[in-house]
Nanobody, 124 residues
């Protein structure tokens, strides 16, 4: 499985961005998917995850109510809609696939495929 993120960029605080993650492979629809982020000098952290069919989602407390994860299995794509962005949301955002799981998880070690990342910068 190959994952390619897009949609990152520079935005002012309070603005919005939508990240996309396009996946190759016919088994995408059976994988749980997640978004993680890593800010400079910090460890990678969980952002959001979604079950194989989109029926279950899970968010970090820091983004709950502002970010929404969704997926379109017909397009092999998972999205992260980010609203009310804050400077502390600045990071490289990665999407990841859990090929062994169908339920969303925040444990990064459960994910076995990762994208290359897309930069999100929020200015104050």
């Amino acid at each position: 499985v190959q994952l390619v993120e897009s949609g990152g960029g520079l935005v002012q605080a309070g603005g919005s961005l939508r990240l996309s993650c396009a996946a190759s492979g016919r088994t995408f629809s059976s994988y749980a998917m997640g978004w993680f982020r890593q800010a400079p000098g910090k460890e990678r952290e969980f952002v959001a995850a979604i079950s194989w069919n989109g029926g279950s989602t899970y968010y970090a407390d820091s983004v709950k109510g502002r970010f929404t994860i969704s997926r379109d299995n017909a397009r092999n794509t998972v999205y992260l809609q980010m609203n009310s962005l804050k400077p502390e949301d600045t990071a490289v955002y990665y999407c990841a696939a859990d090929s062994y799981g169908v339920a969303p998880t925040q444990d990064q070690y459960e994910y076995d495929y990762w994208g290359q990342g897309t930069q999100v910068t929020v200015s104050s």
